[in-house]
């Protein structure tokens, strides 16, 4: 029975993900004529204005990495070491930030700092004074460190709860404390999870697809081209399209691989006894811990603030009036609004509950049963992780637009990419929780007359149950909030709230936008409140 | 139900490595047994094989007439009480131990009448609605116990049950363990690599090294007479001393180190004149003064440990023995002290110069009782 899931989840992985993957190197390296040509690459990288968009793409992303490590792990330790009044509520918005809606951040900042934005015009107004231009490079790195350094946050917190006090004791009985201390001990401790956090926002902020569409404009990012070589209004290119997904593909792994590398050298593992108990923070020192949590904490959250409170705003095209009502509502309503939910909802569920199960039995197979072909469908189902959201987007289509499987324009291409795009994080987590759990538990059930089958269900699926719901529901917020590869893949029958924003925008009907990025941060809020309250932790495994 | 277990020939291997070359076993029905020996033995394999979850590479396990190779562990109807207890986390202290009830064909009356039962055996009733987080070490252990049992199995298997509890629990734990086995019966087999809770516990013990077994006898038959110098090591500390076996009007002595002393227990084929080790248990060792017969020796340090005295000692070839002393009110021996020791004759043990047997009478070793077809003679 074990086998024949094995065989399955090869069939599957072979079709809906090696498959496609194959479809687009295919695509990259042949000509019109059907003949083998490395044409479209030496196009790409002879042409400045092609190779530009991934030196471009790199040169940002470093730029928004070092920006979250600067300024999440400063959160971060006083966060763990100090005791802030109101620290729930620091954790939660932040945690909200980096779970809004990729675009709703680079939207709201062009609302607020842009050329027509409400504090350019007040500052400009008032104090006569230019912010200048916040499009293109410092636009993008503005939006994604704000939205991304939660990221770092969470999983420092995670660092620095594992770190025993008795290693600060005996750093301070060796003579030293403060700065030195911070730097020496406590950063050294926490070098693997400062790599993995850096690798993970890497990832994210280089595959970014909503905040250089929006806010990039002149500076060009290798996601917005490979949308533009394949959808763009001005001559659209499969094959180069394909090509440039194969080069961020081996780019992506490279660096994937590079972070393996550095990651091999600090190869320690630490489990706190006692943990570092927290400090009052007090005298000029607390303030201005204050100061900076809650400073940092409300800028990244004022995105959000502002799209929900212009949702109630009368508006016309992309103008906001004076008084207030539920005029963008009820326009809403007419674009799709309701559609939008019901495809959301029904998108995200079914996507979800495939998610599970597979993940479960996934990790079964992983844990419990390895051997070539079950390491094999590990290795399969972490491609993924690596695949920027375009690329499997672009990989949809050229596999399954045409004959023999015709999958494109309907839900069912949506949950297949929204699966591939998740189920990496999620076999993660159930693995972890699997290993977690001695095998012994399971032999004392079978040892009381209970079938191996029965033993999975009865006692390893709920003993997973708790790691795999919580995770699951992060999941979901991140599928109602997908865009990069929805955006290749949707169409009017099976929109979803996000792309119907992003619909919005670009049509210039910026009171709809706001209503449908505040229905999503709504549907966002409400899943993450859900997930603290049934995970009761702090510990989010993004 | 109580079953006997035979095991003939058992083999079992992982990849090119032999665990367990051939090792057969007669354990009997209502018997308190145990599997003793150092980590790596084979002794857990060997449990696990008995409960199915390794795999047997050859040889017959049977319980009672029942050939169990074949049966899968779910069928075997056995108790098993694994090292870290395995309880359940998501089910209560009831729910665990009705678990195994439940997969039997009885009214919802019974299990709760029988989980209960069980429940009051192990004095957890009051515990019933907790969950396993709440509970101690020892709590969790009688969760164990008691969902082992209830489900009445033919046999209670044990893996190393007490290595996890503090040394207080682990004395507490093991007159649970011993008493509850006397008042429901069952055929026990538990795995250990303590020797003091082995013989705490056990009817009989197989000492095992290296996959085969060396020893198989009563605590005190083991402890005493033990069948070759591993056992003898292993089992409680001793003082090896290398010496001659002499016989001089069919009469035998000891020798060592110019002291001799008479052997009138040896067996008879080995009354011949040989090199031979002695065991010989630091309450072995009699300290005497230096004007007395014995082994010259220097005190290096005493430890005053109440009820006994324990000192080190060096003999003038270097050698360095442990001897316990009963503490007396004024005659601690100071350090650099010459004393001389003698040996307690009818308790040392002599090994043939290999270590490989006992020379002396009274070794009953149950390991020989079995003929090559695994048939008790």
Known sequence: MWSALTILFLGLFGLFLLYPLFGILKQSVMSDEGTFTLAQFSRFFSKPYYSRTIINSFKVTVAITLTTLLIGIPFSYFYSFYRLKGAKVLFVISVLNCMSAPFIGAYSWILLLGRSGVITLFLKNVFNIEIGNIYGFKGILLVQSLKLYPLVFIYMNGAFKNIDSSLMEVSANLGCVGLKRFFRVIMGLSMPTILAASLLVFMRAFADFGTPLLIGEGYRTFPVEIYNQYLGDVGTDYNFAAAISVIAILFTAAIFFIQKWATSKFQFSMNAMNPIEKKPAKGVRGALMYCYTYLLTAIGFLPQIYVVYLSFRNSEMVRFKEGYSLSSYRLAVDKLLVRSINNTMILGLGALAIIIVFSILIAYLVVRRSNFANQAIDTFSMLPYILPGSVIGVAMVVAFSKPPIVLTGTMGIMIISFVIRRMPYSIRSANATLMQIPLSIEEASISLGTSKLKTFVQITVPMMGNGIVSGAILSWVAIVTELSSSIILYNNRNITLTMSTYVAISRGSYGIACVFSAVLTLLTTLSLVLYLVISKTEDIAL | ?377
């Open chain 2, 1 to 377: 139900m109580r079953e006997s277990i035979t095991i003939r020939h058992a083999f079992k291997k992982y990849g090119d490595a032999v665990i367990i070359p051939d090792l057969s076993l007669e354990i009997k029905e209502g018997e308190f047994f145990t599997l003793l020996g150092p980590s790596g033995c084979g002794k857990t394999t060997l449990l696990r094989m008995i409960a199915g979850f390794n795999t047997i590479e050859g040889g017959d396990f049977f319980f009672n007439e029942r050939r169990v190779n074949d049966i899968d562990p779910a069928k075997r109807n056995i108790g098993m009480v694994f090292q870290n207890y395995a309880i359940f986390p998501h089910l209560s202290v009831r729910k665990n131990v009705e678990f195994g009830l439940k997969n039997r064909k009885l009214s919802k009356e019974e299990i709760t009448s029988r989980a209960t039962e069980y429940l009051a055996l192990m004095q957890i009733s009051e515990l019933a609605e907790r969950m396993p987080a709440q509970l101690s070490g020892g709590q969790q252990q009688r969760v164990a116990l008691a969902r082992a049992l209830c489900i009445q199995p033919s046999v209670l298997l044990m893996d190393e049950p007490l290595s996890n509890l503090d040394a207080k629990l682990r004395i507490e734990m093991r007159t649970v363990i011993k008493n509850i086995q006397n008042s429901v019966g069952i055929t026990t087999v538990y795995v250990t690599h303590d020797q003091e809770e082995a013989m705490a516990v056990s009817d009989r013990i197989a000492v095992m090294k290296d996959g085969v077994i060396q020893h198989i006898g009563t605590p005190k038959n083991i402890y005493q007479r033990p069948a070759n110098l591993f056992v003898s090591s292993f089992i409680g500390r001793s003082n090896m001393f290398k010496g001659e076996l002499v016989v001089r009007n069919k009469e035998c002595f000891f020798s060592y180190e110019g002291h001799e002393v008479p052997m009138n227990n040896i067996r008879k084929e080995q009354r011949k004149s040989q090199q031979v080790i002695a065991s010989v248990r630091p309450e072995e060792l009699i300290m005497v003064d230096a004007d007395q017969p014995g082994i010259d020796s220097v005190v290096d340090d005493c430890i005053f440990l109440g009820l006994n005295t324990h000192y080190f000692v060096h003999l003038r070839n270097g050698e360095k023995v442990e001897s316990i002393q009963e503490s007396t009110i004024d005659n601690t021996v100071e350090k650099g002290r010459h004393i001389r020791l003698t040996l307690n004759t009818a308790k040392i043990n002599l090994f043939t110069a290999d270590g490989s047997q006992n020379i002396l009478e009274g070794v009953r070793n149950d390991l020989h009782t079995i003929d090559p077809e695994g048939r008790t003679v």
